[in-house]
T-cell receptor
C-alpha cells in the first residue's frame, strides 16, 4: 500500500533528551516535508526537502534538524527538546515540487516535559 | 512573505444549507492554492487545487486574484462534510515552501 509512515506515533520525553521521529514513504516521491500542528495555529512547515541531500527551512525551523540521505526517508531530529516543542507532527511527501498532491503521514504526538 | 488567513475557526450549518469556507492569501507572486481536509481520525488529504479546476465531493473553489481569495463552496452541505478544512499556498512552479491557514472546523447539523 502506498503510504507515508511515521514512528513513533506517540512520544513523551523530557527536556534536553535528543530524539528522532522517522518518516518514510514508499511512493518514490522526490519532495518531503515536516509540519507541526498546534491549536489555533494550524499547520506550520518546519523543513522541506526537494530531493536527496537537498533540504531547506520552512517557517519554524528553530530547534529542529533534518536529513535526506535516501529518497524514502526524512527523519526529524530534536537535538535538545523543550516544552514548546510539544505538538502534533506530520510528515508529508509529494511526487515532486511541482504542484503535486501532498500525502500525509498519520502524525506523531510529542510531549516534552 | 506568504500568508494564508482563514477567519472562521468554526462554521456550523444545517444539512442541505450552502457552505462557504473563506480563505484569503497574501503573496507577492503568482500562487498555487489548495484546500486540504481532515476528517475525524483520518489523515490530512487533498480536497482540491485551483489549477485543476475540479469539483470534488461537490466542493468548488475559485481563485480570485483581485480579492486574493480562494473560498471553498458547496451548494448543499452533507453530514459527512463535517471535518477540519485547511487552505494552503505555495509558490507557482512547485511546493517548495508551503503555508497553511489556521483551519476552519465545519460542523454540519442534521
Amino acid at each position: 500500500e502506498a503510504q507515508v509512515t511515521q514512528n513513533p506515533r506517540y512520544l513523551i520525553t523530557v527536556t534536553g533528551k535528543k530524539l528522532t521521529v522517522t518518516c518514510s514513504q514508499n511512493m518514490n516521491h522526490e519532495y518531503m516535508s515536516w509540519y507541526r500542528q498546534d491549536p489555533g495555529l494550524g499547520l506550520r512547515q518546519i523543513y522541506y526537502s526537494m530531493n536527496v541531500e537537498v533540504t531547506d527551512k520552512g517557517d519554524v525551523p528553530e530547534g529542529y534538524k533534518v536529513s535526506r540521505k535516501e529518497k524514502r526517508n526524512f527523519p526529524l531530529i530534536l537535538e535538545s527538546p523543550s516544552p514548546n516543542q510539544t505538538s502534533l507532527y506530520f510528515c508529508a511527501s509529494a511526487l515532486s515540487a511541482g504542484n503535486n498532491e501532498q500525502f500525509f503521514g498519520p502524525g506523531t504526538r510529542l510531549t516534552v516535559l | 512573505a506568504q500568508r494564508v488567513t482563514q477567519p472562521e475557526k468554526l462554521l456550523s450549518v444545517f444539512k442541505g444549507a450552502p457552505v462557504e469556507l473563506k480563505c484569503n492569501y497574501s503573496y507577492s507572486g503568482s500562487p498555487e492554492l489548495f484546500w486540504y481536509v481532515q476528517y475525524s481520525r483520518q489523515r490530512l488529504q487533498l480536497l482540491l487545487r485551483h489549477i485543476s479546476r475540479e469539483s470534488i465531493k461537490g466542493f468548488t473553489a475559485d481563485l480570485n486574484k483581485g480579492e486574493t481569495s480562494f473560498h471553498l463552496k458547496k451548494p448543499f452541505a452533507q453530514e459527512e462534510d463535517s471535518a477540519m478544512y485547511y487552505c494552503a499556498l505555495s509558490p507557482t512552479g512547485g511546493y517548495q515552501k508551503v503555508t497553511f491557514g489556521t483551519g476552519t472546523k465545519l460542523q454540519v447539523i442534521p
